[in-house]
């Protein structure tokens, strides 16, 4: 089965900021919110292998994609948390 690209972006283009900016700084101040954060950036890597891997790339190469893919809004969402706990964005 293959994703459209324009689904497959535009998701990605979702997730990547809607999860970083909004919804992964948030759990991260909640109980049980960073096992929540560690679980949906699991099911985002899977997800983002799944978009690249029918498009014919090497495995490895979409698997690497995929953890980078996934760990950039988690990477987005702590520095959110760090700037708002801090005060920096006032």
Do not use: C
């Not at 799944?50 to 996934?70: I, R």
């Amino acid at each position: 089965m293959n994703v459209p690209v324009i689904v497959a972006g535009t998701l990605t283009i979702t997730f990547l900021v809607g999860f970083g900016v909004f919804l992964y700084p948030w759990l991260l101040r909640r109980r049980g919110g960073p096992l929540i954060v560690g679980a949906i950036t699991v099911v985002l890597a899977a997800l983002f292998y799944f978009f690249d891997n029918p498009n014919s790339a090497e495995s490895t190469t979409s698997g690497v994609l995929a953890v980078v893919l996934a760990v950039l809004p988690l990477l987005t969402g702590l520095l959110v948390k760090y700037t708002q706990d801090k005060g920096i964005s006032h």
